[in-house]
Nanobody
């Protein structure tokens, strides 16, 4: 079992920045690709970004490309999501997740473990 704990959410104004962190324990972190998803009330959880186990490959949904950056530190068992130029539409609960897949990382079903989520609110 892998345990994931997100942190770094909060309230920020439009155009501001936040850095989310996700600390992992219980399984070999460097064996897993990691992803960030987000969810708003009444909507499905949607893909935001993913990073390969080595950090050499990243993927983003179109709406955050150029504004968000996913990274990882395997020595610290932590994955990050740097969010810049935040917009009210980015308001959501953000979840990190771990996957043993190499491909299909945009799909929720590819992930084996999930954190509890952290709230991000962007005010206009």
């Amino acid at each position: 079992q892998m345990h994931l704990v997100e942190s770094g959410g909060g309230l920020v104004q439009t155009g501001g920045s936040l850095r989310l962190s996700c600390a992992a324990s219980g399984r070999p972190f460097s064996s897993y690709a990691m992803g960030w998803f987000r969810q708003t009330p009444g909507k499905e959880r949607e893909f935001v970004a993913a990073i390969s186990w080595s950090g050499g490959s990243t993927h983003y949904t179109d709406s955050v490309e150029g504004r968000f950056t996913i990274s990882r530190d395997n020595a610290k068992n932590t994955v990050y999501l740097q969010m810049n130029s935040l917009e009210p539409e980015d308001t959501a609960v953000y979840y990190c997740a771990a996957s043993l897949y190499v491909d299909y990382l945009t799909l929720r079903t590819s992930y084996d473990y999930w954190g509890q989520g952290t709230q991000v609110t962007v005010s206009s």
